[in-house]
């Protein structure tokens, strides 16, 4: 008997429509209604299905019906079964175990190296293809044939049909050695238990009436399950339509493909695009605000894209709305996750101090262990290892204890628990890392944490289900085999955790739940607001898997794109129709994801009537220029290389920078307007980049959100800068009583002030992150300062200017950092630098392979290449910075510090990450051997920035491409894109 499908029509939402049904089954009996189970889409539409079935009881107490997920009527699950863990663990066993000769059809490239962490990857996808052969009720054996009778007639494709087949039956071997190690390990295999489930309509004696409530797609084998339930249970699909749109649905009531060609009717006007995820959110802002205020507490939030929903809760948030988010935390995102890496990390680094230091630092251990303040802790491996330098995890503890003996006797108690801990843990890891241990010591560790889990936190929610799963993993692993190794077990469990989440306990009264695609359904608020309506997103096209391509599934009769759109399409009307009358429903798109990789509107909203989809085209595309960052000119021929036949000649890329924009002038024309090193190694890395910089203002660097939330590199290092001077200020010479703690105070003193003046006084947790990084780099600082006085230099300038003339009227601007003299009446320049610290040379002269020598020589001939002899060979580098030689002639030539001989010069090094200050010198008679040539490309770059002139890029001259999207900005085409135009022809250096 087949399941009787009934219609709900469309006179308001989904899941008003099925609690009004289920609450008039109600009144007609007061038990029927627990005495029904009700099939919902998705955990998230259960919730609001009770949670809505409370509010319309008259009573608001009623015996509510069992809510169910479709997966949970044919779920096996228990002990004797083999869970996903217990599946991941099998296939990763019998992969590696497997000759690569045998594996060689299935996979072309099985490596040699890294082949426990290919196996488990590959695990993870091959558990998919199993669980939907299994839902579909196939098998390798089926696919085999359906593939042979679909391409019989098909002379073509007979060689790739026999590929095929022979993969299939390759495939066929390696499941059938799964299952056999599952049944050695006492497991059931899951496909086996769901069948059995299925078939078993007696556990349904209990219920009167199953109801599959607005389901839009059904697998197979919950078809034949459903179908078996309804010889004894009354099983009713209701669907949410009207009964006059009955032919589009199957006898299951999941949609046919004839709903590809309706006609979605969404509104034009309900429509908004952006340029990225920001703009998109100050959208929604806006249409939410434009609501009148007793319809505002009456509005869902979508998220289709999950790419899109930070920056949508962020900025709801800051309106004073909490976004919360139903589907929960990724485990791999969470605490969990992280402790997971850091011992995958530690577990590999062969004794080394950084990764054991890193797993010390983690919370989750801290509490298991019995840290009090994890603060005090990182504060003490912090200075132990600016201070002491242990070579490896072993020597971490000794040096915690030498620490403490050096300090007071709080800090002498602080130390000995350090190296305490720190002992204990690495006595932990021990054990995790010996063969058949992993799980067991992981279970010891959440022992230790179960009850210093607050339930509010969201690692809590997820205690469980990793203890079910290490428990899992303790039973596979106490069998000895291949998988008793630890690195194997853990990376099986960072597999699972991928796919696996925890709902938040924490949400907010008011807060408004950002409802998926398919919850969206069940949102029974009159006002929508869709954000993320991607394709790719809306209709839910799957990428395509190697396995089970889209035109297998045809092949095999299985839901393949086409019927995904149709679901799709039907949910979308869904959503619409009942809103039509009273509320709304708006669609946010937008242009470019959060990494800045293009993204486009679902083609749902491009099925309107002929009329409307030449506006329709304009709104999405055409008319989108106006909404994403200007563009300074259209696209037109742009391009990076032209041509492909031999070099031109000398200065084809000298073309004036009127071939940009007529009108364009060089603000240096004016020789009173000076240069400044930075300006010189800008044009210096990519001319063309610099004039899109300088005359249309094409500057990724500047696009800030409305509310600072982190800082940028070079806020970080300006923030650095700014309390050196300061501190260097106040300590400029040696004096009695100075002392490096004293002094940290004072530079922590000072970072608190700037801090504050800049961000507030209650910054976001990322700047109060890079706070703390900065305060430490600060700190070590302070000791460097206070050997550099002891040595005998005294601080004389801080942020000196500099204004000079040089040779052809060239004037030149300057600001350095610190300028000091020693005793001996040396002077000495120095550069604050916050990045990774380099060699002066190196940072200043690039060594330039013969390709490149030669674009040089051809196209920018006025610069010559400077020969140097680096790791005894000679080498040809250009000028990529002109920064501290410049620096030394502004010193010398200035007169003001009588400075008869050119000065020393150095980068003080403060690291953005842990790490000692370090100071790169640049010796004097390295340095005056290359001031000839450092004056002669000053004067010529200058030059050429003067006349506004060369358009060269870093591409056309050979150098490495340019890592930032100003290019990007002027096309939709990728910089990548670009590159893959025809390049000029150049000569052979051997000719």
Known sequence: MMPRVEFLGWEVPAAEAVAERLLAIGRQDALALCRCAVVVPTRESGRRLRELLAQRSVSHALLSPRVLLPGQ??????????????????WSAVLMEQDTGCLSRLFPKVPDAGREEWSVGLAGRLVKVRRELADHECDCAAVRRALQAFFAEDDGLGIWVDEEAERWADLEVLMERVDGMLRRWELQPSHEARA???????????????????????????RRCLAGIARTVTVEIWVHAPVELADGFDAFGVPLESWNTRNAGVPIEMIHVAAEERGMAEECIRVMSSLPEDEVHDLALGACDDRFAAALCTRFGDAGWPVYRPEGRPLSASGWGMLLELLDRALDGGGRCEPFEAVLRCPLVARAFGVRSLYGMCRLLDEVHSTRFPADAAGLSSALESLGRDGSASDAAACQAAADYARRVGEWLSRLGRDGSFAFAMLALLDSLSGTVMPHLPEYGMLERLRRALETLRGVQARRGVFSGSRVALHVLRSWAQGVSSVERNREEYALDALGWLE?????????????????????????????????????????????????????????????????????????????????????????????????????????????????????????????????????????????????????????????????????????????????????????????????????????????????????????????????????????????????????????????MAAGSLERFASRHLQDLQEGWENVGREEDFLWTMEEGVQMRIRIDRIDRHADGRIRIIDYKTGKPTPCEVKHLEAVKEGTALRFRHLLPMLPLVERERKGREELCRWKELQLPLYALAVMESGKYACSRLPETCYYNVPRKSGSVSVESWAPEELESLMDSARHWTRETARLIRGGLCLYSAEDLGLETYADDILNALAPDSLRAMLHLPQPAFPNPAD
């Open 73 to 90: 009527i044919i779920e096996a699950a228990g002990a004797g079964v083999a869970d996903e863990v217990a599946e991941l663990a099998a």
């Open 520 to 772: 969206l359904a069940y949102s029974r608020e009159r006002n929508v607001l869709v954000t993320g309506f991607h394709e790719g997103r809306v209709p839910d096209v799957e990428v395509e898997d190697a396995f089970l391509p889209d035109r297998l599934r045809r092949v095999l009769g299985w839901e393949d794109s086409r019927l995904r759109t149709a679901r799709d399409s039907f949910l979308l009307a869904s959503l619409l129709e009942p809103r039509r009358a009273a509320g709304s429903v708006h669609f946010f798109v937008a242009r470019q994801d959060p990494e800045r990789n293009p993204v486009q509107p679902s083609s749902l909203l491009l099925r309107c009537s002929d009329e409307e989809l030449p506006g329709r085209v304009r709104l999405l595309f055409e008319s989108l220029e106006a909404v994403s960052r200007p563009l300074p000119f259209e696209r037109g021929g742009w391009h990076l290389c032209a041509g492909n036949g031999r070099m031109q000649d000398a200065g084809r890329g000298m073309e004036s920078i009127a071939m940009l924009d007529a009108g364009a002038v060089s603000r240096w024309a004016d020789v009173s307007r000076p240069f400044s090193p930075s300006l010189l190694a800008r044009f210096l890395r990519c001319p063309l980049r610099f004039w899109l910089r300088e005359l249309f203002g094409i500057d990724p660097d500047k696009d800030y959100a409305d509310r600072k939330r982190a800082m940028e590199f070079n806020e970080y290092g300006t923030l650095v800068h700014g309390v050196l001077e300061d501190f260097v200020a106040e300590f400029p010479s040696l004096r009695s009583g100075l002392d490096v703690r004293a002094m940290s105070r004072r530079m922590q003193d000072i970072l608190d002030r700037k801090f504050a003046a800049l961000y507030g006084e209650r910054p976001l947790a990322p700047l109060m992150i890079q706070k703390r």
């Open 196 to 222: 059995a489930m299925a078939a078993d309509a007696a556990r349904w004696a209990d219920c009167d009436r199953l109801i599959v409530a607005c389901v839009p797609e059904l697998v197979p084998l919950l």
